[in-house]
């Protein structure tokens, strides 16, 4: 069931400024918005299919075992 919005029930941004505000002071609530701009988004480190592990790879149909030396390859 969807409900809709009634316009006249929902609070203005002021209001909830205000009171977080009056709960925590003005100095506490700018230091948290100040480190909030200047914290930097942290990303995922970027994985390549060499990184996962062999069941994994056999399971997204990539290779999974290395591939084996050729006869004709090593040299004696």
Do not use: F
Request: aromatic share 2%.
């Amino acid at each position: 069931m969807i409900l809709e919005l009634d316009s006249d029930r929902r609070r203005s941004p002021s209001a909830d400024l205000g009171a977080l505000l009056d709960r925590h002071g003005v100095l506490r609530v700018m230091a948290a918005l100040a480190l909030a701009l200047a914290r930097r988004a942290r990303r995922a480190p970027v994985v390549t299919a060499d990184d996962l592990p062999a069941h994994l790879r056999r399971d997204v149909g990539l290779r999974w075992e290395p591939p084996s030396p050729r006869h004709w390859d090593i040299r004696l």
